[in-house]
């Protein structure tokens, strides 16, 4: 047999996938009830109306051939809308919107179209730790960027040269919207570095305490050297569907096209269908879905006061543990599992993602047993 490719090698620990064992592992044991914290699944579905326009197309006699590769442009334009109409962006729907089969796709495919081997890709510290899978995947060196207590990037630790930069805001896992003047600094970096910028803006609408979302794009000069992800899984309930957009720079957009004609045949018809409703149709459940989480969080930080905790959007609590206590004894002495935080990166260590992603019911028994565990 011969040796695997070195690429897989290469390969962090898939940080969920090990995740998901554990719990599976410790809910297999006798004991309560084990609650699961852990996991940003989605709970609510999509609107009726994203469904029906999925089953609709799927009935149709010529959908099932092979969509076109750049996606529909009915789709591109539809996005287009809403960055218009929700973020104060314009953009050129053909030459600056790429149809993605999901944006964590996105996050691989940009250290590919982006870096050569060896290249520095920068990454937040604590980060969503897929962007470490990008890094590893095309063979480029990984340097942290670590995340100041307002959850800026600490630009004094970051490269002089670098060929590209991975930001998050709302973030995954600190729970934070981005600082004021943060996406400035961040293009002022990379034209001294001369990197590339990718704005993760998966969570980009479910912020709280009356924020409004925020793009990358509305920032002048960020569309010339930079792009932003954005994702139909947290906003529109879409998670299984795999459906997302790179928006912004078009030589950015042209690339991503490129290697994705190389990689995938489109994307099924009806899900880009769907994706037209759900952009397009009434938007009531996007602020409905806020609402709930902003409800759901303001239910956990008072179950969690006295112990340093924050969640300014996205559906997660960052928090942090007090001494002694670990996920590992949350999970087999409490029955309650979280994200623990070193997985997010060295500067996640002594922290945890409690998430919000879950039924009602659940949350509150979760909080309770992590109430009895913190002592408060």
């Known amino acids: 047999m011969r040796a695997r490719p070195e690429r897989l090698d290469r390969l962090p620990e898939q940080y969920f996938t090990a995740l998901l064992a554990r719990v599976a592992a410790a809910a297999a044991r006798d004991g309560e009830t084990l609650v699961d914290l852990g996991r940003g699944n989605p709970d609510i579905g999509p609107p009726p109306h994203v469904i029906e326009a999925l089953s609709a197309t799927a009935r149709r006699s010529d959908t099932h051939g092979y969509a076109p590769f750049a996606g529909l442009s009915a789709l591109k334009e539809a996005i287009a809308a809403r960055y218009r109409d929700v973020y104060g962006v314009d953009v050129d729907p053909e030459r600056e919107v790429a149809v993605l089969p999901g944006s964590k796709t996105g996050l691989m495919e940009?250290?590919?179209?982006?870096?050569?081997?060896?290249?520095?890709?920068?990454?937040?510290?604590?980060?969503?730790?897929?962007?470490?899978?990008?890094?590893?995947?095309?063979?480029?060196?990984?340097?942290?960027?670590?995340?100041?207590?307002?959850?800026?990037?600490?630009?004094?630790?970051?490269?002089?040269?670098?060929?590209?930069?991975?930001?998050?805001?709302?973030?995954?896992?600190?729970?934070?919207?981005?600082?004021?003047?943060?996406?400035?600094?961040?293009?002022?970096?990379?034209?001294?570095?001369?990197?590339?910028?990718?704005?993760?803006?998966?969570?980009?609408?479910?912020?709280?305490?009356?924020?409004?979302?925020?793009?990358?794009?509305?920032?002048?000069?960020?569309?010339?050297?930079?792009?932003?992800?954005?994702?139909?899984?947290?906003?529109?309930?879409?998670?299984g569907w795999r459906l997302g957009f790179a928006v912004g720079n078009a030589e950015i957009v042209a690339r991503i096209e490129d290697l994705q004609n190389h990689q995938f045949a489109g994307i099924f018809t009806a899900v880009q269908e769907a994706g037209i409703a759900a952009l397009t149709g009434p938007q009531d459940t996007v602020e409905e879905r806020r609402t709930l989480y902003e409800a759901r969080r303001d239910r956990a930080l008072a179950r969690l006061a006295g112990h340093e905790a924050r969640s300014e959007g996205t559906f997660f609590v960052w928090f942090r543990l007090p001494e002694g206590l670990t996920p590992e004894r949350l999970l087999e002495e409490h029955r309650v599992a979280v994200a623990p935080g070193e997985g997010f990166g060295k500067q996640g260590r002594g922290w945890a993602r409690l998430s919000l992603a879950t039924a009602d019911e659940t949350l509150d028994r979760g909080l309770e047993r992590l109430r009895g565990a913190l002592g408060v």
């Not at 730790?129 to 207590?149: I, K, M, T």
């Not at 943060?182 to 590339?196: D, P």
């Not at 609408?205 to 009356?210: A, P, S, T």
């Open 110 to 239: 940009f250290a590919q179209v982006c870096a050569e081997r060896g290249d520095a890709i920068v990454l937040p510290d604590p980060g969503y730790p897929d962007y470490r899978s990008a890094v590893a995947l095309a063979a480029a060196q990984h340097v942290p960027l670590p995340l100041l207590p307002d959850a800026r990037p600490d630009w004094d630790a970051a490269p002089r040269m670098a060929a590209a930069l991975y930001l998050n805001y709302p973030s995954n896992p600190v729970a934070a919207c981005a600082p004021d003047g943060v996406f400035e600094e961040a293009l002022e970096w990379a034209h001294r570095a001369g990197a590339w910028v990718m704005h993760d803006f998966a969570y980009g609408d479910l912020v709280f305490d009356g924020r409004r979302p925020t793009s990358f794009l509305a920032v002048d000069g960020a569309r010339e050297i930079g792009f932003e992800l954005y994702s139909m899984s947290k906003s529109y309930g879409m998670a």
